[in-house]
Nanobody, 128 residues
Framework: DVQLVESGGGLVHPGGSLRLSCVASGFTFSRYAMSWFREGSGKKLECIAGINSGGKSTYYSDSVKGRFTVSRDNAKNTMYLELTNLKPEDTALYSC??????????????????????WGQGTQVTVS
């Protein structure tokens, strides 16, 4: 079975940093693009970052560009999200998801999440 397990969330002060991890199993990780999503209280689910299967191309939403960095280690079946200069509005449940192809579906950044076939349970990030 496909499994995605996130970790690394926590409580951090404004301006602080965190590193989230997403460990994948049950599929050939290196063949699929991956993305990070978040959903804050009372807010819509938002795609904030994506990385293609090889790790060479990355994409970000305007809300996190310049502050968050997505990366992956295909040898470890793990994707990461480095969060820096955190703001209270970054408080949310952060989840990772597996895309259906090697490339990041750009429509995800417009709210269309149909191209993602598996999701993790999420890790909470609270900035206060």
């Amino acid at each position: 079975d496909v499994q995605l397990v996130e970790s690394g969330g926590g409580l951090v002060h404004p301006g602080g940093s965190l590193r989230l991890s997403c460990v994948a199993s049950g599929f050939t990780f290196s063949r699929y693009a991956m993305s990070w999503f978040r959903e804050g209280s009372g807010k819509k689910l938002e795609c904030i970052a994506g990385i293609n299967s090889g790790g060479k191309s990355t994409y970000y939403s305007d809300s996190v560009k310049g502050r968050f960095t997505v990366s992956r280690d295909n040898a470890k079946n793990t994707m990461y999200l480095e969060l820096t200069n955190l703001k209270p509005e970054d408080t949310a449940l952060y989840s990772c998801a597996k895309a259906d192809n090697t490339w990041v579906p750009e429509e995800a950044f417009r709210g269309d999440f149909l191209s993602f076939g598996a999701w993790g349970q999420g890790t909470q990030v609270t900035v206060s």
